[in-house]
């Protein structure tokens, strides 16, 4: 088939439309059968292999976009030299279909690199207990989001390349390495800091995912971590976004850096006259009860004696941080409970020594022995 003779038959029969109308009707069109007919491709691939094969409509689903950008692509690469247009319609044309290929491969990239990252993570799963799999996922998270920013940056930079003032002007000002560069400097030094710092944790990994810390006197878990932030998940489900650099240059207090397993305190004030054994005994049983311990640590001991009271710190341990801190809860509740109702004797309690009214006070020292005296013979 000649096109030649095809477009003048077509130029004969349509010679009252504008060439530029028919040249970009052509462009539409072409684009039109290009989304149709991949509507069509996956439409009968769903239907031949979709419930079979659910890796396959996954794979379908996360290539939607740039699957339908290449087709188009395609349709106009097929289309454009025939469409009747002059330079003054081509040339823009073109250039933007030289830009959405750069964009189409920038954006393969950025999907590979996602469904790649997806596919490793699946051996990954558990990130609670699992130290390897926290490891994995911290390292690939962070790695992928540094090469998406690495891939968008090459992407755009390749785009503007393709115009002339664009390139101009960026040769111009970075041969100038003038006050302008100096500027552009300082301005992406916070951006620049933060992606050095996103590859330091990637490989030293003092934070990994779930990790619970204490930043800026706030207590939570790292639920992510970004190409230049970090997201903490406070107990109270509130979510503090801290920058990457943060955790490079000041102190932060990791609660499982090495082990997700935590020893809770609870301190507590009791009498003198308090039994300690009999606490420690029941302490031990209340504790070897619970389903939160994990069979590591329980302790009772006095730590600190004032002219009141005397203190007492029990220590037990849990898997995690949070089971630490229910844990530490039950434990007080119950310890509580226990002193009040079989040992109320070890409760604190004011002493005093009361003067009776018109009583001589030099005659106290030999009262109160003969109280004594008295005391130590009814007992």
Known sequence: MNWQVVMADVDKMFG??????IGLGLVVGAIMVALSFYRFAVWLLNRAFGTRRPLLSVFIERTSGPAQLALCLAAVALVLPLAP??????TPLT???VVAFIALIGWISTRIVDMSAARYLQNFRDVTENFIARKHVTQIRVFKRVIDTIIVIITVSAALMTF???RQYGVSLF??????GIIVGLASRPLLSNLIAGLQIAITQPIRIEDAVIIENEWGWVEDIAATYVVIRLWDWRRMVVPLSYFIEKPFQNWTRDTASLIGVIALHVDYRA??????RWLEGAVK???LWDGAVVNLQVIDADSRTIELRALVSARNAPQSWDLRCEIREKLIAFIRDEMPEALP??????????????????RAASEKMRASAHN
């Open 16 to 21: 009252w439309i504008p060439s530029w109308f």
């Open 349 to 366: 309690r004011e002493r005093a020594i009361l003067i009776p009214s018109g009583g001589d006070d030099d005659d106290f020292p030999r």
């Open 95 to 97: 250039r933007l279909f």
């Open 289 to 291: 009860e619970s389903k």
């Open 164 to 166: 002339d003032s664009v």
């Open 275 to 280: 039994d300690v054994p009999r606490i420690r």
């Open 85 to 90: 247009l002059d330079d003054a319609f081509r």
């Open 175 to 180: 041969a100038s390495a003038g006050a302008a």
